[in-house]
């Protein structure tokens, strides 16, 4: 007999699982006419299933109980959205091993155990829907996965963490202070339980493993991807970016070189007009340059309940499509049939333009001695900076350079760095600006 609805669980009833609780519920309609039978939220799980969420659940019913989810043999969709990886990962391959389609939109597991998971859905035949791990409810994935399939994908830049996002737009256009400004974005619901996952650049790395591996048909090592926050960030290097025309972003960068991947985040300064930099506040962003397609550019709310109950939804849609078509499986879980692995460049062969802002004393010498240590490493500058002027004591001097090793790069500060006349570590800042 043919299906008549598609019966879901959640486990985990917070933030996001209430705002995909709502969407199920509020657009049921809309969600019913799309795919030709209705979704039915079954149940839901949570540890704490008393706190009132604002929302008329009727049916549904609630329990403390994931294991309730995991066995009713009703349930054909398991969303998962409790995070983290355990228990989170047994809950996902139990589904799987019961025959239940799972949807999640946990990137730290799938970044670290994506490829076990993908394995066990393929082996038990159904599907894990993972959009709304990566920037919300931007439908990065999808565009990846389908709407630019016909592309060599050449790079992905993105703006995949709306804390660091919102805490650097504070600081660039109000001059705020770094954790004053972190602490609103934790009022705001939109940090990582561990705000360290946010501003060490980890969330953001974890969502550039999923994309990495979507984008280029490759598993990635977690831990291969360079990994660089914003806690170093200082209003100092935010005033000199706007004095040379830049502003600072943290971006996950994933590109293809000479058949290898670079994969990394790391603040970057971008000519203050390209429309990647003018994202401000939480919103998310990602320019993708296809080789037929060019450049594209999607923006939205990269957290939050509803936008990432959207995403949830949209997989819980297009998994429900599969499943009433009879056609699961019809899209691989990781977009390619044939997938081959690519090598992660070493941080040490990548070239970049880079910020550097040596804290030096401001006497005859000093600018020969910077400049003799870069051109001796094949380094060279295309524009310098010096701000104030202090007898005996360290002022700090910019310098732009043109395209250069990162190894280079490397080797040249550890010598400048132990000049008497340089006081304190150089900080180094990334460039993106095409002019090399
Ligand atoms: N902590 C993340 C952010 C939430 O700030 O964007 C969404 O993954």
Redesign the pocket.
Known sequence: MAKKAINVGIIGFGTVGTGTARILIENADIIQRRLGAPVVLKKISDLDVKRDRGIALGNVQLTTSAQEILTDPDIDVVIELIGGYKPAKEFILEAFRNKKHVVTAN?ALLAVHGEELYAAAEKAGVTLGYEASVA?GIPILAAVRSGLAANNIESIYGI?????NYILTLMTNAGRKFDEVLKE?QAMG???ADPT??IEGI?SAH?LAVLTMLAYGTPVKFDDIYTEGISKITPLDIDFAKDLGYKIKLLAITKKVNGEIEARVHPTMLPETYPIATVDG?F?ALAVVGDAVGSTMFYGR??GDMP?GSAVVSDVISIGRDILAGSVGRSPITAFRDRKVLKIRKMDDITSCYYLRFSALDKPGVLSRITGVLGKNNISISSMLQKGRKVDEAVPIVMMTHEAVERDVRKALEEINKLDCVSGATVVIRVEDGSK
Do not use: R, S
């Open positions: 990137k919300g995949v963490n709306g804390t660091c974005a939109y940090a990582e996952f946010d969330d969502k939480v998310n990269g957290a990432t």
